[in-house]
């Protein structure tokens, strides 16, 4: 394990930071793996579903793009200000199996290509091996991280 302190490097907090441990990463920041706890006391199973908790589909995607920009910054020094980053957009993506809770989701990280700011990642996440659920999204980098202010 590389670090289980999200917050030295994404701009998310909670209740909304929703990746525990960058696990790996290539030294680019290209390709790399994050895990996400999902807990049975987490407040958006009040709602979704009470009787037969599902973790929601849109927040599996949420926890991909934030994986994804920790591979591609990795730890970022002490003093460093987090990046602008935007998820920006869907190319694909499609749901394999429901996750319940409590669950440890893998998320496995390649960026595609770059287009000036825009970074396209294709993601895969899986819960004990199993598939869950997969696609490419769009990262726009409004502002790479720089030093505090």
């Known amino acids: 394990m590389i670090s289980n302190e999200p917050e030295r490097t994404l701009p998310h907090r909670a209740p909304f930071l929703w990746v525990h441990r960058l696990i790996e990463r290539d030294e680019a920041g290209t390709v790399g793996v994050v895990e996400m706890d999902v807990p049975a006391h987490l407040d958006v199973f009040r709602g979704h579903f009470p009787e037969n908790p599902i973790f929601p589909g849109?927040?599996?995607?949420?926890?991909?793009?934030?994986?994804?920009?920790?591979?591609?910054?990795?730890?970022?020094?002490?003093?460093?200000?987090?990046?602008?980053?935007?998820?920006?957009?869907?190319?694909?993506?499609?749901?394999?199996?429901?996750?319940?809770?409590?669950?440890?989701?893998?998320?496995?990280?390649?960026?595609?290509?770059?287009?000036?700011?825009?970074?396209?990642?294709?993601?895969?996440?899986?819960?004990?091996?199993?598939?869950?659920?997969?696609?490419?999204f769009w990262l726009h980098m409004t502002r790479e991280p720089g030093a505090a202010k």
Request: hydrophobic share 40%; proline share 9%; net charge positive.
């Open 58 to 136: 849109v927040l599996q995607v949420e926890a991909a793009a934030q994986g994804c920009l920790w591979i591609y910054l990795g730890v970022l020094p002490p003093g460093t200000q987090p990046p602008d980053g935007r998820f920006v957009a869907i190319e694909t993506y499609k749901f394999k199996r429901p996750v319940m809770p409590p669950a440890v989701l893998r998320i496995e990280g390649h960026q595609k290509t770059i287009r000036s700011r825009l970074h396209l990642w294709e993601v895969k996440i899986t819960q004990n091996d199993e598939l869950v659920s997969s696609g490419t």
